[in-house]
């Protein structure tokens, strides 16, 4: 299972950190990924990390703003979210599975999802 935590309140040009960590003793899948769904909007691709190597990928809107990283000594990944903006503001989730390369960005590749935390960015 996956748990999403740090989500919270933040002004404009703020930052936070969310953090997913996955029970077990090891992380049994290949890709990490975090999404975002807005109210009335689909779900959108941020960025997936490659659990072997830490590679990474981001979707366009949050390139050069958002940092993925993972910690595999504890299953644990990490969202930096720095330069928020007001359009940031949804709930987001973690999730595993085991994409190929071409497929990070597609949420059908992710098997196993964590519940959500909100993220509010205020104007």
């Known amino acids: 299972q996956l748990q999403a935590s740090g989500g919270g309140s933040v002004q404009a040009g703020g930052s936070l950190r969310l953090s997913c960590v996955a029970s077990?003793?090891?992380?049994?899948?290949?890709?990490m990924g975090w999404f975002r769904q807005a109210p009335g909007k689909e779900r959108e691709f941020l960025a997936s990390?490659?659990?072997?190597?830490?590679?990474?990928y981001y979707g366009s809107s949050v390139r050069g703003r958002f940092t993925m990283s993972r910690e595999k000594a504890t299953n644990r990944s990490y969202l930096q979210m720095n330069s928020l903006k007001p359009e940031d503001t949804a709930v987001y989730f973690c999730?595993?599975?085991?994409?190929?390369?071409?497929?990070?960005?597609?949420?059908?590749?992710?098997?196993?999802w964590g519940q959500g935390t909100l993220v509010t960015v205020s104007s």
């Open positions: 999730a595993a599975g085991n994409p190929v390369l071409s497929a990070w960005i597609d949420e059908r590749g992710y098997r196993n």
């Open positions: 990390i490659r659990w072997r190597d830490g590679v990474t």
């Open positions: 077990g003793r090891t992380f049994g899948y290949n890709i």
